[in-house]
């Protein structure tokens, strides 16, 4: 276990599509609350498809007691739309989002919004400070982005749009993270940059997401996972052993807080928080199991 400084944590949820899923849900946030965690957010489905159980999530994290962030995708919304969410948000008491382009269906033309940062713009205008807005980053470039140099460009639009915050993408090499901030720093963008941590549980499912979204599995994590094959045990194993690494290496580093995928299951976030030192003393060990 390491003794160097507790580090906030955030905690990433997505809204359950069942009953069940949603009481899962529940016990596994009650899981995770010894973490003590700044703040939960809720992802939203591509156009909005997830925004009543979003909504619902983000209000029972709430009445539970901790502050919660709202996703907030643009892509097929109206200013009309935007605005009653936006309504509905601050009526329930939410001070967090999590503003996003959101994924381009096929065939989509255009609409109120073309970016994020078109979004926050919004948002700032409607809301002015009511809302603290985190924003998507991407240390290894957005895939659809032309060149890394318009990636970052996009990320200065939406600091200068009204950002609090950066939340990056998954990744596995810290150099990537830590070469973002010095491209930052060399346009003089001090917006803070959160680390985005996924535990590494399910090898297929790890290397096959990453392909689509554009997130890079070093090649020797890529050939270690391969090489366990249905071996579950070894593959967490492992897993909490790299990521464990990498979070140790972005807090000496300097990053802010870790901002954890929990893919809504507490034992793999915990695991690794317990050996990074972050569990309260009473908490016992957690089996590596969902």
Same mark, same amino acid.
């Given at each position: 276990?390491?003794?160097?400084?507790?580090?906030?944590?955030?905690?990433?949820?997505?809204?359950?599509?069942?009953?069940?899923?949603?009481?899962?849900?529940?016990?596994?946030?009650?899981?995770?609350?010894?973490?003590?965690?700044?703040?939960?957010?809720?992802?939203?489905?591509?156009?909005?498809?997830?925004?009543?159980?979003?909504?619902? $999530?983000?209000?029972?994290?709430?009445?539970?007691?901790?502050?919660?962030?709202?996703?907030?995708?643009?892509?097929?919304?109206?200013?009309?739309?935007?605005?009653?969410?936006?309504?509905?948000?601050?009526?329930?008491?939410?001070?967090?989002?999590? $503003?996003?382009?959101?994924?381009?269906?096929?065939?989509?033309?255009?609409?109120?919004?073309?970016?994020?940062?078109?979004?926050?713009?919004?948002?700032?205008?409607?809301?002015?400070?009511?809302?603290?807005?985190?924003?998507?980053?991407?240390?290894?470039?957005?895939?659809?982005?032309?060149?890394?140099?318009?990636?970052?460009?996009?990320?200065?639009?939406?600091?200068?749009?009204?950002?609090?915050?950066?939340?990056?993408?998954?990744?596995?090499?810290?150099?990537?993270?830590?070469?973002?901030?010095?491209?930052?720093?060399?346009?003089?963008? $001090?917006?803070?940059?959160?680390?985005?941590?996924?535990?590494?549980?399910?090898?297929?499912?790890?290397?096959?997401?990453?392909?689509?979204?554009?997130?890079?599995?070093?090649?020797?994590?890529?050939?270690?996972?391969?090489?366990?094959?249905?071996?579950?045990?070894?593959?967490?194993?492992?897993?909490?052993?790299?990521?464990?690494?990498?979070?140790?290496?972005?807090?000496?580093?300097?990053?802010?807080?870790?901002?954890?995928?929990?893919?809504?299951?507490?034992?793999?976030?915990?695991?690794?928080?317990?050996?990074?030192?972050?569990?309260?003393?009473?908490?016992?060990?957690?089996?590596?199991? $969902?």
């Amino acid at each position: 276990m390491f003794s160097t400084p507790r580090i906030p944590v955030s905690l990433e949820f997505f809204p359950p599509k069942t009953p069940e899923g949603a009481e899962k849900l529940r016990l596994v946030r009650q899981q995770l609350y010894p973490l003590q965690p700044s703040f939960c957010s809720v992802t939203f489905g591509a156009g909005g498809s997830t925004q009543e159980g979003t909504f619902q $999530a983000v209000a029972e994290i709430q009445d539970e007691g901790l502050p919660a962030a709202s996703h907030f995708t643009c892509i097929n919304a109206t200013r009309e739309t935007v605005r009653a969410q936006l309504a509905t948000l601050k009526a329930m008491g939410v001070k967090r989002l999590v $503003a996003l382009r959101g994924d381009l269906p096929e065939g989509y033309h255009g609409g109120d919004f073309s970016y994020a940062s078109d979004l926050v713009a919004f948002i700032r205008a409607e809301t002015g400070d009511d809302f603290h807005i985190s924003v998507a980053c991407y240390p290894e470039t957005h895939p659809q982005a032309h060149s890394p140099q318009a990636d970052i460009q996009a990320l200065l639009a939406k600091a200068r749009a009204g950002a609090d915050v950066a939340i990056t993408q998954y990744f596995y090499n810290a150099d990537a993270y830590f070469r973002l901030l010095e491209d930052m720093d060399a346009l003089g963008l $001090a917006l803070p940059v959160v680390p985005g941590i996924l535990p590494i549980t399910n090898a297929a499912q790890l290397l096959r997401f990453s392909d689509v979204c554009g997130a890079e599995i070093p090649r020797w994590i890529r050939l270690r996972l391969q090489s366990y094959g249905d071996d579950l045990e070894s593959i967490k194993a492992f897993g909490l052993d790299v990521v464990t690494g990498l979070c140790q290496q972005l807090r000496a580093g300097g990053a802010p807080s870790l901002h954890f995928y929990t893919l809504n299951q507490s034992a793999p976030t915990l695991a690794i928080c317990e050996q990074l030192g972050l569990t309260p003393p009473h908490q016992a060990p957690l089996a590596l199991v $969902a």
